[in-house]
């Protein structure tokens, strides 16, 4: 059974600053990586995949992951109000090409940015 | 293009009553998920196609549970004899194949009463 772990939260930063999400996971055998956003009322939306060990950048959003650490992050710069959600964290255990398709999802962290 | 699509957005039944949620995947997706979250927890996973054929099923809480695929397109997940238990929002995904981005529909949010 894999455990994913986040941070509940709530974290509040104000408007410009970079918010900083971690997520630690149980098996290391976990290959594929995904960060969804979840406002309230709605359902989770894919923001970042990563697959391989160190950065990857889209915008204001990069993820960081860590494989032997166990440890994947999520950065986000210049947070605006809009950024305000519940961020989770999921955990693939399968390659690519692989049939275990499932995802493990942490509890979410909450995160306010306030103007 | 056309997202996920869930059917109804919301359901409302009695204890005891049978419910059938209804999922439409992206086109061309081959993979297709069922997942329930409950308020402040994340997606729990229920069960995975490939094409028509349930892939892991090994998230199915009960025997009440079940899900098909017929034509490797729409799913229905069916619940029989329900009960209070059961309410929460019942999450449909798809991708393009296992260990591929899924992507969310909008959700069915079941109440039992």
């Known amino acids: 059974q894999k455990e994913v772990e986040q941070n509940s939260g709530p974290l509040s930063v104000p408007e410009g600053a970079i918010a900083s999400l971690n997520c630690t996971y149980s098996?290391?055998?976990?290959?594929?990586f995904f960060w969804y956003r979840q406002y309230s009322g709605k359902s989770p939306e894919l923001i970042m995949s990563i697959y391989s060990n160190g950065d990857k950048e889209d915008g204001r959003f990069t993820a960081q992951l860590n494989k032997a650490s166990q440890y994947v992050s999520l950065l986000i710069r210049d947070s605006q109000p809009s950024d305000s959600a519940t961020y989770l964290c999921a955990v693939n255990g399968a390659d690519r090409g692989s049939t275990l398709g499932r995802l493990y999802f942490g509890r979410g962290t909450q995160l306010t940015v306030w103007p | 293009g056309a997202g996920v699509s869930q059917t109804p957005s919301n359901k409302v039944t009695e204890k005891g009553k049978y419910v059938e949620l209804r999922c439409d995947p992206i086109?061309?997706?081959?993979?297709l998920y069922w997942y329930r979250q409950s308020l402040g927890q994340g997606p729990e996973f229920l069960i995975y196609?490939?094409?028509?054929?349930?892939?892991?099923d090994s998230g199915l809480p009960n025997d009440r549970f079940f899900a098909v695929r017929p034509e490797g397109s729409v799913s229905t997940l069916k619940i029989q004899r329900t009960e209070r238990g059961d309410s929460a929002v019942y999450l449909c995904?798809?991708?393009?194949?296992?260990?591929?981005?899924?992507?969310f529909g909008p959700g069915t949010r079941l109440t039992v009463t």
């Open positions: 086109s061309g997706h081959t993979a």
């Open positions: 098996d290391r055998v976990s290959q594929s």
């Open positions: 995904a798809s991708s393009p194949g296992p260990s591929y981005e899924q992507y």
């Open positions: 196609f490939q094409g028509t054929g349930a892939a892991d």
